[in-house]
């Protein structure tokens, strides 16, 4: 088991900065690929980004890409998830999730993620 805990959410102004944090516990963390995701009210679950385990590559959604940074640090079983030049288009709840590194299948897809935290809530205002 690997239970995950979000935290750092909050409101921001477009163009705007926050850092949210995934701590984990249970298994070792560092075998596992770790993913950020996001629901807006109305809306799918969709991908925002992704490490890998075993070398630590990033993979990011095309609406993210170049404002957000996905990082772990596997001493202190936590992976963030740095979001900079916020817009109102990222407000929803995000989520981190955990899959086994062995897992074969592409990071973006919630198939294979069998952790998920709680969620935490992250508002930007136009």
């Known amino acids: 088991q690997v239970q995950l805990v979000e935290s750092g959410g909050g409101s921001v102004q477009a163009g705007g900065s926050l850092r949210v944090s995934c701590a984990a516990s249970?298994?070792?963390?560092?075998?596992?690929?770790m993913g950020w995701f996001r629901q807006a009210p109305g809306k799918e679950r969709e991908f925002v980004a992704a490490?890998?385990?075993?070398?630590?590559?990033?993979y990011y959604a095309d609406s993210v890409k170049g404002r957000f940074t996905i990082s772990r640090d596997n001493a202190k079983n936590t992976v963030y998830l740095q979001m900079n030049s916020l817009k109102p288009e990222d407000t929803a709840v995000y989520f981190c999730?955990?899959?086994?590194?062995?897992?074969?299948?592409?990071?973006?897809?919630?198939?294979?993620?069998?952790?998920w935290g709680q969620g935490t809530q992250v508002t930007v205002s136009s």
């Open positions: 249970g298994r070792t963390f560092s075998n596992y690929d």
């Open positions: 490490i890998r385990w075993r070398d630590e590559s990033a």
């Open positions: 999730a955990a899959r086994p590194g062995t897992y074969i299948g592409v990071l973006s897809a919630t198939a294979g993620y069998g952790y």
